[in-house]
């Protein structure tokens, strides 16, 4: 993922979380917050109770290269923090591509109606 989509300091993720609107699947929960940019900011955040750190960052590293793969079609003017959930570990990268695009595309629908 790009420096430039990237949320990388602890209140630019505090912030998503306080005032964002959060969203969540079987797989995932998101946090999603519009803002004023034209651009979109993404964070990735696991806990350790996933296990060991091979296999956060392989989760992590997936999210990214889907994030990375589909950022264009994702629309403008959002901050989001994903959250995976512990039963990612067993899923294929299609499903979750698949999951997660599909939670993304729900929130910003609900999104752009929340701001109005």
């Given at each position: 993922?790009?420096?430039?989509?990237?949320?990388?300091?602890?209140?630019?993720?505090?912030?998503?979380?306080?005032?964002?609107?959060?969203?969540?699947?079987k797989?995932?929960?998101?946090?999603?917050?519009?803002?004023?940019?034209?651009?979109?900011?993404?964070?990735?955040?696991?806990?350790?109770?996933?296990?060991?750190?091979?296999?956060?960052?392989?989760?992590?590293?997936r999210?990214?290269?889907?994030?990375?793969?589909?950022?264009?079609d994702?629309?403008?003017?959002?901050?989001?923090?994903i959250?995976?959930?512990?039963?990612?570990?067993?899923?294929?990268?299609?499903e979750?591509?698949?999951s997660?695009?599909?939670?993304?595309?729900?929130?910003?629908?609900k999104?752009?109606?929340?701001e109005?």
């Amino acid at each position: 993922m790009n420096k430039e989509i990237r949320l990388r300091k602890n209140r630019e993720f505090q912030t998503v979380y306080r005032r964002g609107k959060n969203f969540w699947n079987k797989d995932f929960t998101i946090f999603i917050r519009p803002t004023n940019r034209k651009k979109v900011k993404f964070g990735v955040s696991i806990t350790k109770k996933f296990g060991k750190a091979n296999k956060r960052n392989l989760i992590k590293r997936r999210i990214k290269e889907i994030i990375r793969l589909n950022v264009c079609d994702l629309g403008l003017g959002y901050e989001m923090v994903i959250l995976p959930k512990k039963n990612t570990l067993e899923i294929d990268y299609i499903e979750l591509e698949r999951s997660l695009l599909r939670l993304i595309n729900f929130a910003l629908k609900k999104v752009l109606n929340w701001e109005d």
